[in-house]
């Protein structure tokens, strides 16, 4: 039985390097240092708990405890209250109270220090470096040094387009296998790739720019379209002095609400009642191989993907922006293993190395708060929220993992095979581990069945329309990055029944 323990990428090893070296072996546990002496300590307790009063007699005749008469803190009701409103994290910016939100100007949201720039010769490794430690999610591409205009962008989503590359699960068209075949090649040898090589592998968003002077109103309107981010240049140039993103902007309407009545009165209701968020929800069962839901999210262009177990109990997530720990040749077991044993090594390396919350909740339900569920947007940075039912009881009757996943993706038989994009036998051999319990992480007995999903660009483009602003369709917009994504790489077709996602009408 293959090795479940959580596999962590050693910190000295290189980013993307040796991505096709073989898999390490599992070393042996050290001996525990507290073994020895474990005799004497036992013999000494024995000595001392001859002497030690009973506990019984300890307690008897204490008086009550006050807690037993003490009041909660908190009515029920108060608690629902705070559920609903939750306070924003920081106090609204003095300088923008009294003002109409769209009237104040882009170039007041951004920063240039949080541009981050390579050039088009750059490997592909020092751009990944680049985009994980400056913990940013783009990293834009100029020509040269001296530049200050961007030509593209490297996101996660593109970086997670290049690992389907290396380990060869891409799909090219036939026109391109014969590129993508040297590339995957050059990739497995170490040899340096430009990032002028892959920048265009991925799901592209679209690239925009607007002037530091334009209005909010402009931002807000092209991303509730379905647009993630802008450029932004200095007036009149096409120097680039900042990068506006959805989250950012929804931090900075939620914290400043109160001077914005427009926007504010709309965060007591109820999901349910703004009629805002979406039923089709594009989601993979817990038991399938990541390979399978790294390879979703690029043809579907989506972000991330809801994790749920045989009973459509949503049970985590997964993000593009998890592909960083990915990146390394020590991490390559994970490639093989499930979902769900993915998600736990994130979990334990939030919790190890980053200090955050173990289990981020990333759902909601009908009844959340427009408040309640921006709060959590903006806490877990997430670009989604889940929306669920009440939790779905597992059946009495075990289910076999794998093969009748509850929600369907793209089957291996219908891909092709690994070895597509070489001559010599696959890279890697990746086949599927067992997996860890759907019921062993936290989460699963806490969320709800999923039923559907509400994201940034709903929000934004709920505030446009209360504005009277007239964004487009975000669904147009997903259609055709899902449109560009099948003319540039051969997959399954997702359009009949919709296999890969969950369509519930209610």
């Not at 291996?412 to 051999?429: A, E, K, T, Y």
Request: charged content about 20%.
């Amino acid at each position: 039985m293959a090795d479940q323990r959580p596999v962590h990428p050693a910190n000295n090893a290189p980013v993307l390097q040796n991505l096709a070296s073989p898999i390490p072996t599992s070393k042996e546990r050290p001996t525990s240092p507290f073994a020895s002496g474990r005799s004497s300590h036992a013999s000494s307790s024995s000595f001392s708990s001859s002497h030690r009063q009973s506990v019984t007699d300890t307690l008897r005749g204490l008086p009550p405890s006050p807690r037993e008469r003490r009041q909660p803190s908190f009515s029920q009701a108060a608690v629902q209250e705070l559920l609903d409103n939750p306070p924003p994290a920081k106090p609204s910016d003095p300088a923008f109270a009294g003002r109409d939100w769209k009237e104040v100007e882009i170039g007041e949201l951004v920063d240039v220090n949080d541009v981050h720039f390579v050039e088009l010769d750059t490997g592909v490794e020092a751009t990944t470096s680049l985009l994980i430690d400056s913990g940013s999610p783009v990293v834009l591409i100029r020509e040269t040094a001296s530049e200050k205009r961007a030509l593209a962008t490297f996101d996660y989503s593109d970086l997670n387009a290049y690992l389907l590359l290396v380990v060869g699960i891409a799909h090219p068209d036939e026109s391109e296998i014969s590129s993508f075949n040297e590339l995957a090649k050059k990739a497995r040898e170490g040899n340096k790739i430009p990032i002028k090589d892959v920048k265009d592998l991925g799901n592209k968003e679209p690239f925009i720019a607007l002037p530091n002077t334009a209005r909010l109103t402009q931002a807000v309107e092209i991303f509730g379209s379905g647009v993630h981010r802008i450029i932004i240049v200095k007036e009149g140039t096409e120097e680039v002095t900042g990068i506006l993103n959805q989250l950012r902007l929804v931090k900075f309407l939620w914290e400043n609400g109160k001077s914005f009545p427009v926007i504010d009165h709309l965060y007591p209701q109820h999901l349910r009642d703004l009629n805002v968020g979406s039923h089709q929800v594009i989601a993979i069962n817990g038991d399938r191989p990541l390979t399978d839901a790294l390879e979703l999210m690029s043809n579907e262009g989506v972000t991330s993907l809801a994790v749920v177990d045989n009973q459509l109990n949503v049970i985590g997530n997964i993000s593009t922006a998890d592909v960083k720990h990915l990146t390394r040749s020590s991490s390559l077991p994970l490639l093989r293993s499930s979902c769900i044993h993915f998600i736990s090594v994130i979990l334990s390396d939030r919790g190890i190395n980053a200090g955050k919350d173990s289990f981020p909740v990333f759902h909601i339900n009908p009844f959340s708060t427009l408040a309640h569920t921006i709060a959590k947007l903006v806490a877990t940075s997430s670009h989604r929220m889940w929306v669920t039912s009440p939790p779905t009881p597992p059946s009495s009757v075990p289910s076999t993992p794998v093969s009748q996943p509850a929600v369907l993706v793209p089957p291996p038989s219908m891909s092709p095979p690994i070895s597509s994009l070489s001559s010599g036998p696959p890279p890697f051999n990746l086949t599927t581990s067992p997996s860890v319990s759907a019921s062993a992480l936290p989460g699963a007995a806490m969320s709800g069945r999923l039923t559907g999903v509400i994201s940034l660009t709903d929000i934004l483009n709920l505030f446009a329309r209360a504005s009277g602003l007239s964004p487009t369709d975000p669904n147009e917009t997903r259609e055709r990055r899902r449109r560009s994504s099948s003319s540039s790489l051969q997959r399954p077709s997702l359009d009949s029944g919709r296999s890969s996602s969950i369509d519930i009408r209610r």
